[in-house]
């Protein structure tokens, strides 16, 4: 299988350097798991969800040819957020069975970075549906995680927000509630972290829509603290900030803010058209 350096803008070379393996079992070489991440960051600062698709697709068989599970298990990683860009259920819920599949074939289950995995997975099963599957997998990753990293550490931040969003959908508002505000409580301590802030906020404005006992004024002055947090001048305006912009105008448009709306769509369009 060949990578047509014209369709892609991106070429290895040959894949299989590595050593020529009796045992089937053994890898027959690696894939250059830091190299694809970065070109598909690339990709992704553009918004060019179809290049990012080819790369996925390309390297994924390529790790599977040279029984490369390690470099397979990465690649499905990141397959687990590409397709819930690209709400393509089917390919999502398989990259999930496989994704957990590879970690235990590795013997990896306590590790930190299966921990993230396994949070990558709750959360796509929950964007397709399965809210209540997904918590045996934030249960795996909370455990690691706290077994590991700093209570301060940024991907506690990420996991609470995630979590959050799944209780809400279970209508377990209270716990949902704190988990957001637990994140908010990390990212605080994390310095560039005010995008993932103002998400979080936007997340708790919607949750405030549906939970009995809050108000209007509630949602208010969580989209006011989104709002302020989007707007601060030490944000790096890059690709990632452009597509934390997409995923926050929809919802302000949902609470009536148009111009605000509107103003972030403009925004991360002139990001993504100079990236």
Same mark, same amino acid.
């Given at each position: 299988?060949?990578?047509?350096? +014209? ?6 070379? =040959? ?6 393996? +009796? ?44 029984? &490369? ?83 301060? +550490? ?19 508002? &209270? ?46 002055? =969580? ?8 707007? &601060? ?14 995923? =926050? ?27």
């Amino acid at each position: 299988m060949t990578l047509p350096e +014209d369709d892609l803008k991106y070429n290895f070379g =040959c894949g299989s350097y590595g050593y020529k393996a +009796d045992n089937p079992l053994k890898p027959l070489g690696r894939i250059p798991v830091g190299e694809i991440i970065n070109k598909l960051d690339g990709f992704f600062n553009k918004n060019d969800l179809a290049g990012a698709g080819r790369l996925l697709s390309y390297w994924h068989s390529e790790a599977v040819r040279l029984r &490369d599970k390690q470099g397979e298990l990465s690649v499905v990683n990141e397959e687990l957020g590409y397709f819930r860009k690209t709400a393509e259920s089917l390919k999502a819920l398989t990259a999930v069975e496989r994704s957990i599949e590879l970690i235990t074939e590795l013997g990896a289950e306590n590790t930190v970075s299966s921990a993230t995995i396994f949070l990558n997975a709750a959360t796509t099963l929950k964007a397709f549906g399965k809210a209540e599957e997904a918590l045996p997998l934030y249960d795996k990753a909370l455990k690691i995680y706290k077994a590991n990293l700093s209570p301060n +550490d940024k991907r506690f931040g990420g996991f609470y927000n995630n979590y959050g969003l799944t209780l809400a959908d279970l209508k377990r508002y &209270d716990e949902a509630e704190n988990a957001f505000l637990n994140a908010i409580e990390v990212m605080l301590e994390n310095e560039n972290s005010k995008p993932e802030i103002a998400i979080t906020y936007v997340n708790l404005a919607h949750l405030y829509e549906v939970f009995e006992g809050r108000s209007e004024e509630d949602i208010k002055i =969580c989209l006011d603290s989104a709002e302020e947090y989007l707007a &601060d001048k030490d944000i790096v305006h890059n690709g990632y900030f452009a597509f934390v912009l997409s995923k =926050c105008a929809p919802s302000f448009r949902h609470f009536g803010m148009l111009e605000k709306a509107l103003e972030m769509e403009k925004l991360s369009e002139a990001i993504y058209e100079r990236s």
